[in-house]
Every structure is written in structure tokens, then in C-alpha cells.
């Protein structure tokens, strides 16, 4: 009689630990952040430049799809742990076209490479609606949120950058548009130049010519323009 009682409450108690994972976590969410480990580059998406939207979409059978900087992916995932709300992949399947530029391949191979392995979740709120931070046991980290990125681009009608190509002087035109913030990205992603509250011109004779990404930023807004140099 005593083993059968411990029978039915260890029933009862398994029943109440394996709960399944917080239903908010079926949603749209937009990556903000990834290291796939302690020793892996950081990225923070909003410095990515060509600016990119990667997200990942789960669903309540804990399949999901999703998108890197170029690629995009879908596979199942499974929490097998009562009581504990860390996810595991089953199976994943991603693209691997050549996105053209290198800080977007490095950026995928390292997103990509986190959620194969994926982690123990948190879903907590901030003052725009939800964050997911997921971490796997190599001590990366991989945050979203629920709400689009604030990389709107300006009005294409409101921006305009010339002459481009340019030898030298590059003029921004923001029809009275605040530029709080110039930054010149290299096709690697690298920075290479930076000005806050510019002047309506600049001069970049001192660059080599190659093709560079003009980020100007406007009370949190961001235009990025491909320029040329020659």
C-alpha cells in the first residue's frame, strides 16, 4: 500500500514539474545579440552594417523558421527537462548561399552555429513589450525581442548623398532633417570613420577607393547609403 501510495505521488509530482515551456514563447522575435560562446565575437545586430533583421519564429508544436543576414532556416526544437525551461534542437536546416559580404557570413556562422546547440531560456519584459534570452552551457548568449529592431530607414525621398560615386567631398542633404551621428563602415563591417552632429559636408580624401556603407542616424533612426569612392 505505501509503495503504491509513493507511486501516485510521484505521478502528481511529475505532472507538476513537467509543465510545458512558457507559452509566450510562441512568437516573432527579433534578434538583438548573439556570441555563440565566451570566446566567440559578439555582435550586436544594430551595428551590423549593411543593416540586417534576423529573427525566429516558434511555433506551439516547437517547430520554427527563421532568417540570418542572407540564409534562412527551420527545424524543431524539444524541452526534455521537467521543470526546467531550456530547449534543445532536434533538427535544423539552414541555407548557406555566399551572402556577399563578410561581416554578414561571419555574423550568420555564428548565429546559426548558437541556436543548433540552443539553451536554457528566460523570457522577462522591458518598457517596449518582451525579451528572450537564451544561454547555452559554453557561456554564450543570444537575446531577442518581440518587437521589430529600430533600424527604420529614413524616407528615401527625405536623404540624399552626393556626388557618388566621390574623389573627396560627400555632401548629405537631410532637407532639415537633425544628422546627430556619421558613421563609414568598410565592406568587412569595420569602422573607419565617425563624427558626431557633422557638417553638411565631408571630406574623405584620405580614404582609398573602394566601396564603403554611410550610416547617418537621426533621433534613433538609421539611413544606411552604399557609397563609392574612386
Known amino acids: ?21 512558457d507559452p509566450r514563447l510562441f512568437s516573432t522575435w527579433y534578434l ?7 570566446k566567440d565575437t559578439p555582435y ?5 552594417i549593411p543593416s540586417i533583421q534576423p529573427y525566429l519564429e516558434v511555433f506551439e508544436d516547437f517547430s520554427f523558421i527563421g532568417e540570418g543576414a542572407c540564409n534562412s532556416f527551420n527545424g524543431s526544437a524539444s524541452f526534455p ?14 541555407d548557406t548561399e555566399d551572402c556577399g559580404i563578410q561581416i554578414h557570413n561571419s555574423f550568420e556562422n ?15 519584459e522591458d518598457q517596449d513589450g518582451l525579451l528572450l534570452t537564451i544561454t547555452n552551457p ?18 528615401q525621398n527625405n536623404i540624399h548623398i552626393y556626388p557618388n560615386p566621390f574623389n573627396s567631398i560627400v555632401t548629405i542633404d537631410s532637407k532639415n532633417l537633425p ?30 577607393a573602394v566601396i564603403y556603407f554611410l550610416k ?15
Open 44 to 48: 550586436l545586430v544594430s551595428e551590423i
Open 32 to 38: 538583438t545579440f548573439v556570441q555563440a560562446t565566451d
Open 81 to 94: 527537462y521537467p521543470g526546467y525551461f531550456e530547449m534543445e534542437i532536434v533538427e535544423f536546416i539552414f
Open 1 to 21: 500500500m505505501k509503495f503504491y501510495l509513493f507511486l501516485i505521488v510521484f505521478g502528481q509530482t511529475f505532472q507538476v514539474l513537467a509543465q510545458d515551456p
Open 216 to 230: 547617418l542616424e537621426s533621433e534613433g533612426i538609421y539611413y544606411v547609403k552604399k557609397i563609392l569612392k574612386y
Open 179 to 208: 544628422i546627430s551621428q556619421v558613421v563609414l563602415y568598410s565592406v568587412s563591417g569595420k569602422k573607419v570613420y565617425q563624427e558626431f552632429n557633422p557638417n553638411v559636408q565631408i571630406n574623405f580624401s584620405d580614404l582609398k
Open 110 to 124: 555564428s548565429y546559426f552555429g548558437f541556436l543548433q546547440g540552443a539553451g536554457k531560456c528566460e523570457i522577462t
Open 138 to 155: 559554453l557561456m554564450g548568449t543570444a537575446v531577442f525581442q518581440d518587437y521589430p529592431l529600430s533600424l527604420n530607414s529614413f524616407s
